[in-house]
């Protein structure tokens, strides 16, 4: 029932990701619908921003993987 963020690679990184999903999460529908999915789905409020991270590395993936501009709506 719990699961815990992995405690490989940067730490810097890691504290970084989760504090741009709090950010974006605060900021952003689209990642505050994710967020209250999650919170609804059971998960506690730091599970839920590891779940936001995860959805802001893809998106940031994507966007330079095709060069492409973040639409912030």
């Known amino acids: 029932k719990t699961t815990r963020m992995s405690k490989r690679g940067s730490k810097l990184l890691r504290y970084a990701l989760i504090n741009a999903a709090w950010n974006v999460s605060l900021n952003n529908k689209t990642f505050n619908d ?17 779940h936001v991270a995860h959805k802001l590395v893809r998106v940031i993936f994507k966007i330079l993987k095709d060069n492409v501009a973040f639409n912030l709506d």
């Open 34 to 50: 994710y967020f209250m999915l999650k919170k609804s789905q059971g998960n506690n409020h730091y599970a839920a921003l590891g």
